[in-house]
C-alpha cells in the first residue's frame, strides 16, 4: 500500500500554467504506475494521464493531450503534472493514483485527497 498526498493546485487564469506534485510515501514506490485524474463539480472522475514504473510510458487523455506532461522522480517518490495552455474547463479537483501492476493502465487502488484546480477565463 502506498499513501499519496498532492499539491499544486491552485487558481490560474486561462493561458497559464500549473504543476502539480504527488508525494508517495511507503516503500517500492518505483514498482506502481502513477496516474492522475480529475473531477469536475457534478461530475464522474476522469482519467488524465498515466505513466508506468520506468517513466517510459505514458498515457493520456485526448483533453489534455500536448497541454499536459506526466513525469516521475522515483528517487524522491513523486510524480508530477505539468500543465499547460490551462482552459477553464480544466476546472477540478486533481487526484493521484498508485496502481500496484506498474502499468500505466492501471488499475488503480490508491488515491490521493486530491487537490483543486480553478482556471479563470
Known amino acids: 500500500q502506498v499513501e499519496l498526498v498532492e499539491s499544486g493546485g491552485g487558481l490560474v487564469q486561462a493561458g497559464g500554467s500549473l504543476r502539480l506534485s504527488c508525494a508517495a510515501s511507503?516503500?517500492?514506490?518505483?514498482?506502481?504506475?502513477m496516474g492522475w485524474f480529475r473531477q469536475a463539480p457534478g461530475l464522474e472522475r476522469v482519467f488524465v494521464a498515466a505513466?508506468?514504473?520506468?517513466?517510459?510510458?505514458?498515457n493520456y487523455a485526448d483533453s489534455v493531450k500536448g497541454r499536459f506532461t506526466i513525469s516521475r522522480d522515483n528517487v524522491k517518490n513523486t510524480v508530477y503534472l505539468q500543465m499547460n495552455n490551462l482552459k477553464p474547463e480544466d476546472t477540478a479537483v486533481y487526484y493521484c493514483?498508485?496502481?500496484?501492476?506498474?502499468?500505466?493502465?492501471?488499475?488503480?487502488?490508491?488515491w490521493g485527497q486530491g487537490t483543486q484546480v480553478i482556471v479563470s477565463s
Open positions: 493514483a498508485a496502481s500496484p501492476g506498474g502499468f500505466s493502465t492501471g488499475p488503480f487502488s490508491s
Open positions: 511507503g516503500r517500492s514506490f518505483d514498482t506502481y504506475g
Open positions: 505513466v508506468n514504473w520506468s517513466g517510459h510510458n505514458t
